[in-house]
């Protein structure tokens, strides 16, 4: 299992399948599957039935999950996409870099 790339939070771009070219904030990563949902993106639609939590039933629109390998994370800098290295910092913490800009993308 590698560990990913992107991070919740993280503002992707889609680079390939049919939401190539959209961009999104990402809600969850599911690193057991190598996978990531992004906001409103990749849309499916569930048939629900009633529950106790949701009263109504029917057809219901939700995020479905998207390959890592299809994202890749925007650069602070210059809004494109970019590719993402590591740099351990002088106090010895790890932070990911963009690879275009040498921008630092983790927050201290």
Partial sequence: ???????????VVVVAGKERGKRGRVLRVIPDKNRVVVERINMIKKHQRPTQKLRQGGIIEREG????????????????????????????????????????????
């Fill in 65 to 108: 999950a998207i390959h890592l390998s299809n994202v890749m994370l925007v650069d602070p800098t210059s809004s494109k996409p970019t590719r993402i290295g590591m740099r351990a910092l002088s106090d010895g913490k790890k932070v990911r870099v963009a690879r275009k800009s040498g921008e630092i993308i983790d927050k201290a």
């Fill in 1 to 11: 299992m590698a560990i990913a790339h992107v991070r919740k939070g993280d503002t």
